[in-house]
Structures are given as structure tokens and as C-alpha cells.
């Protein structure tokens, strides 16, 4: 039973065209985040919401939209694709406080 | 800004061949350094967090220790089965629940 699960797994889409990539935990936590990995590996954060509240919003282009329907799903809206979006974005989640994060799998986004 | 800087980039072991990964990194009041793993493919799967200089965590060989300004990530007697990339990353204070990561060390142990 995944504990945080995204979908899709692969994402080959055209420049221009909008994409969402959807996340679910089952594991009771209170936040959840978007990271994204780059090629050289980075994790940088981009969003974190806390019981559906947006709480994290790091310098992310406004054609990236997070939306929280509750504190179990996190799902990222991308508008007007660009090559430079390629990456693998990773969603998390985690308790309130010193904890470590819980990863999905990852969503490897390829922008032709 | 924290930052975090992790070296070596890559790591090449023999079997049984101990080494440290080094974590070096500077925050505005550190809440808790976190260590992971990272299989190709993977999400990053948690492996310590440390929250004081002078702490120290274990879990079969790996050894996690923390100073004010570094961490080390010891491999004692690594196996092929602990080729991965380790991952440090920090929290801040006053960042909420956000972590910085480092750009990771790839490790390969071979047989």
C-alpha cells in the first residue's frame, strides 16, 4: 500500500501545452509539498501546504498552480509547458515539525 | 540563504572499503539535518535526522554524526546493496517544515 503515490510516473508533453500531475498520501500527515529535482540532481522546494493551506510558495512562475482539495491530495497544474520545465518533480508529505518527508516516486516531466 | 554543499560528487568502493560522505552547510538556526537515500528512479527514502553537534545515529553501516558546521555519513564494510546517492539536507528555523538540499554524493560499491 503506497504511502505517497503520484501519477503519472512519465510525462513526454509539447512545448505550450498544460499538464497536471496529481499526488496522493495515506499516511495522516498534515503537510504536503512539491519539489523539483533538476539534472544535476537538486531537490529545491517549490510549494508546501499545510491542511489544504498554502503555506510555502518559493519563486515558481505563476504558470504553476498547486491546488489542495484536502490535506490527502496535492495535485500541480502547468500551463504553457517550456523546455526548461523538464525535470522530475517529487511530491511529499510530512507531520507538522521535525520530521522527515515521505517521497512519492516521482513524475519525470520531458518537455519535446 | 542556507546552503548546503556535499562532497565528493561520486564515490567509487570496493567491497568492505569504509569511507565518510561529507555534508557542509550554513543555515540561520539549524532545527534538524536529514539524511537520505536516493535510488535511480526513487524517491528520496529517509534515513537520520540529527538535531544537536556532537549527536550521532546509526543504522546497520551507515553512521550519521553532526557538528556545528558539518556532517559526516560514514559506510562501514559497504555491500553493492548501498550504491545510492545520499542526500543532506537542512531545516531552518525559522523556514517552517521547508528543507535545503544538497546536490548528493553517488555512491558505488563494487563486488
Known sequence: DTAVSQTPKYLVTQMGN??????EQNLGHDTMYWYKQDSKKFLKIMFSYNNKELIINETVPNRF?????????????INSLELG????????????????YTFGSGTRLTVV | ?????????ALRLQEGESSSLNCSYTVSGLRGLFWYRQDPGKGPEFLFTLYSAGEEKEKERLKATLTKKESFLHITAPKPEDSATYLCAVQAAAAGNKLTFGGGTRVLVKP
Open chain 1, 18 to 23: 498544460d499538464k497536471s500531475i496529481k499526488c
Open chain 1, 65 to 77: 498552480s498547486p491546488k489542495s482539495p484536502d490535506k490527502a491530495h496535492l495535485n500541480l497544474h
Open chain 1, 85 to 100: 520545465d523538464s525535470a522530475v518533480y517529487f511530491c511529499a508529505s510530512s507531520q507538522v515539525g521535525l520530521y522527515g
Open chain 2, 1 to 9: 540563504e542556507d546552503q548546503v554543499t556535499q562532497s565528493p560528487e
